[in-house]
C-alpha cells in the first residue's frame, strides 16, 4: 500500500465507526425518540448514506488489491456457509435463553407468538423490529467490519483489527451520558449504564471483527448480529415457579456455550466459505 493511502486508511479506520454514529445524529437532530417511526427513518436514511460512503472510500483505498470487494467480505461464494454456520454456532450459544422464550411460550395465556408465522409476520410491520432485526446489523457491519475492520487489518494487522477497531463506536455510546441526565437518570446512574452498554458493545465488537476476518464473509457477523439483537445478554438469572424449567434453561446456557466453544472455530474456518 502507498504511503498515502496507508496514512488515510489509518485514519478513515478510525472515521468510520464514529462517522456512523455522528450522521445518525445530525439526520434526527431534533428527535426526541429513538423509536418514534420518523426518528427511525431518519436513521435509517443516515445508516445508508453512511454505508455507500464507506464502501466507496474502502474500494478506493483497496483498488490495489485483485478484488476490494471481496476483501469487504462482499461474496456469493460461501453464501450458504455464512447462513448456516453463523445460525447455528449464535444460535447453540443461545440455546439458555431459546428455552427461557419456549418456556415463557407454553405458559403464557396467550403465548407470545414464538412459533406463530403471523406473529413473526406480524413483526415485519414494526419499524423497531425491522431495525433491530436488518437494518442495525446490516448497515452496522457494513460499516463497522467490511470497511472500518479490513482497513483496520490492512493497516494495523489482526491484532489491530480484532482488539482496537471495535473501541471506537464503544466509546461513541457515552455521548448518552448527558441525554439520559436530562431524561431523570442521576449521574452516576447514567455512568454506569452507559459504560456497561460500551463494555458490551466492545466485546461483540471485538467477537464479530474475529469470525469476519477468519471467514472473511460480511454475512457471517451480520446473522450473528441479528440473533444477538433479538436474544439480548444470556439470561443467566431465570428462574421459574417449575424448577424443571429452572434446570432446563440452567442447563442450556452450560451446553450452549460448551457447544459454541467446541463449534466454533470448524464452523469459523475459512475453508468452509470458499465454496458453498
Known amino acids: 500500500m502507498e ?3 496507508f496514512a488515510v486508511s489509518a485514519v478513515a479506520s478510525a472515521v468510520i465507526p464514529v462517522g456512523y454514529v ?12 429513538r423509536d418514534h417511526p420518523r426518528s427511525l427513518v431518519r436513521r435509517f436514511c443516515a445508516a445508508f448514506f453512511h454505508n455507500a460512503f464507506s464502501v466507496t472510500s474502502c474500494y478506493l483505498l483497496l483498488d490495489h488489491l ?3 470487494f471481496h476483501e469487504m467480505g462482499f461474496r456469493v461464494s460461501g453464501t450458504l456457509a455464512a447462513i448456516g454456520g453463523s445460525t447455528l454456532l449464535t444460535g447453540v450459544f443461545y440455546l439458555g435463553n431459546f428455552l427461557a422464550k419456549v418456556h415463557n ?22 419499524l423497531t423490529f425491522i ?27 489482526w491484532n489491530g483489527a480484532v482488539f482496537i477497531a471495535p473501541l471506537f463506536f464503544s466509546l461513541s455510546h457515552l455521548h448518552h451520558i448527558f441525554d439520559d441526565m436530562r431524561n431523570g437518570y442521576t449521574k452516576t446512574e447514567a455512568i454506569q449504564l452507559r459504560v456497561f452498554q460500551a463494555t458490551y458493545s466492545y466485546l461483540f465488537g ?6 469476519f476476518l477468519r ?6 457477523p451480520i446473522i450473528s448480529h441479528s440473533i444477538c439483537n433479538n436474544f439480548g445478554l444470556p439470561n ?15 442447563g442450556g446456557h452450560i451446553v450452549g456455550a460448551l457447544g459454541w466453544l467446541v463449534l466454533f472455530y470448524p464452523l469459523t474456518s475459512r475453508d468452509l466459505y470458499l465454496s458453498y
Request: with cysteine; proline share 4%; glycine share 8%.
Open 131 to 157: 431495525r433491530n432485526t436488518l437494518m442495525a446489523p446490516i448497515t452496522e457491519e457494513i460499516g463497522f467490519r467490511a470497511c472500518s475492520a479490513t482497513l483496520f487489518y490492512h493497516v494495523f494487522g
Open 236 to 250: 443467566y438469572g431465570f428462574t421459574s415457579k417449575s424448577k424443571k424449567w429452572t434446570y432446563a434453561v440452567s
Open 22 to 33: 455522528g450522521l445518525i445524529q445530525l439526520f434526527d437532530y431534533d428527535g426526541v425518540d
Open 215 to 220: 471467514t472473511n464473509h460480511i454475512l457471517v
Open 206 to 211: 471485538a467477537y464479530a471483527t474475529f469470525i
Open 3 to 5: 504511503p498515502l493511502k
Open 66 to 68: 485483485e478484488n476490494p
Open 105 to 126: 411460550e407454553v405458559n403464557h395465556p396467550y403465548g407470545i407468538g414464538l412459533f406463530s408465522l403471523r406473529s413473526w409476520i406480524n413483526s415485519f410491520k414494526e
